[in-house]
Every structure is written in structure tokens, then in C-alpha cells.
């Protein structure tokens, strides 16, 4: 014979006892992580880190220019020019298809071509050809790496310092400044390698071209 008080629902007050201490967990735990938790960090954040915090942003005057951590695509003859970008964009014409859009900071990414890529080797030879004509090298001259393939990011700020080497003739020359004054601005504007050892030396294109700028601003002022 079955024994129906067995299955009888537990008293209304023990389930009570159950939802309370949940949704008092539930609650505290958002304070914590969805509120505390993000106050704490980015007060901490801003209080001893406050450049990299707001973006490593470049400017003066609150007349922001970019991020030191995000390169851009200078193109003029007057500036000197980062590494190529892979970065693509949505075509205007077709919002289906994508087009190449250097340094397009929304859609950061790379080629993904590999190294026996047909298209890679056409593009890098392209990219050799332009970089020794539009600073008048040989055609033989050998070509710095990052001056011909791109990141891996697609956003590299830097470039290495034998690629700003071989454009400072150029940048001199079209300025009107004397070579040993734009690789003193390069050499004021190199950044060693991290903690001594990693990386290597490196300029920060943005930070060049402003230094450049405020370089020609100068000369204009002065009598």
C-alpha cells in the first residue's frame, strides 16, 4: 500500500527560506562586480596610469590628434610614413563587399596571407618598388622589413629605425631642413627597447610628424 503523506509539497515557508538568501546573493554579487568592482578599477586606473587610461592620446591644448597606440596613414612627401596596413572597410558602392582601408582603426586585422601567397610576394614588391622611388634610392637598395609588409594588427604606430632613417632625406629636402636636423628630431623621438631588452628601438610615427610640425611652426615664428 502506498503512503500518499509521502508526497505532500514542502510548507510555503521553507521555499521562502530558499529565494531569500538567492536573490540577496544575486544582489550583492552585481553591486560588486557590475558596480564596485568597475569604480575601484577605473579610479585606480586614472589615479596612477591617467595617459593610458584615456588612450595614450597625442595632442595639446585638448586639440587631440590620435593615439600614440594607434598608427595613421600619412601619405604626403613632407611626413614621414608608417608601416603599410592590411586593414579592410565596407565598399561605399556595395555595403556587401569590403575594400582596402589602411589603418582603419574600427576593423583591426591582418592579410592572413601566407609566406608562399603569390598575392603577398606581388604586394611586397610593390610596396619595395614605391618606398625606394618616392625616396630615391637604388633600384638594388635593400628595403627595410616593416617598410613593405603589415602588422599583424593593422594599427602599428611605429616603425623601426632604419626605415625612419631612409625617409628623413626626403622629409628634409621637401621642408627645407637640413638632414642632420630631421635625424636629430629622429633620434630625439626613439624609443629604446623595453626594460633594456625587449623589442627593439622604434619611432613613434605620430609623435614624429607633430615633432615636425612644431618644428616648421617654430621656424615660421621666429624673425
Known amino acids: 500500500m502506498i503512503d500518499n503523506r509521502s508526497t505532500s509539497l514542502a510548507p510555503a515557508g521553507n521555499v521562502r527560506q530558499l529565494i531569500r538568501p538567492a536573490l540577496v546573493s544575486a544582489v ?50 613632407r611626413y614621414f610614413h608608417p608601416r603599410p596596413s592590411a586593414t579592410t572597410g565596407t565598399d561605399p558602392a556595395n555595403a556587401s563587399l569590403t575594400v582596402d582601408q589602411p589603418y582603419n582603426a574600427a576593423l583591426s ?79 630625439k623621438q626613439t624609443s629604446p627597447r623595453q626594460l633594456g631588452v625587449l623589442g627593439e628601438p622604434r619611432v613613434n610615427v605620430l609623435q614624429l610628424n607633430l615633432a615636425l610640425d612644431a618644428m616648421a611652426a617654430r621656424a615660421v615664428a621666429t624673425p
Open 109 to 187: 586585422g591582418a592579410s592572413n596571407l601566407g609566406p608562399t601567397s603569390k598575392k603577398l610576394f606581388d604586394q611586397v614588391s610593390a610596396r619595395a618598388r614605391a618606398y625606394r622611388n618616392e625616396n630615391h634610392l637604388a633600384a638594388a637598395a635593400l628595403v627595410p622589413v616593416d617598410a613593405v609588409t603589415a602588422s599583424a594588427s593593422g594599427l602599428d604606430p611605429d616603425i623601426s629605425l632604419a626605415n625612419a632613417h631612409l625617409q628623413v632625406e626626403r622629409v628634409a629636402n621637401v621642408r627645407g631642413l637640413s638632414a642632420p636636423q630631421v635625424q636629430a628630431l629622429v633620434d
Open 28 to 77: 550583492l554579487f552585481m553591486l560588486l562586480t557590475g558596480l564596485a568592482y568597475p569604480l575601484a578599477t577605473t579610479g585606480l586606473a586614472q589615479l596612477l596610469f591617467p595617459v593610458q587610461a584615456g588612450g595614450s592620446l597625442i595632442g595639446h591644448h585638448d586639440q587631440w590628434s590620435g593615439s600614440a597606440l594607434i598608427g595613421q596613414d600619412f601619405k604626403q612627401a
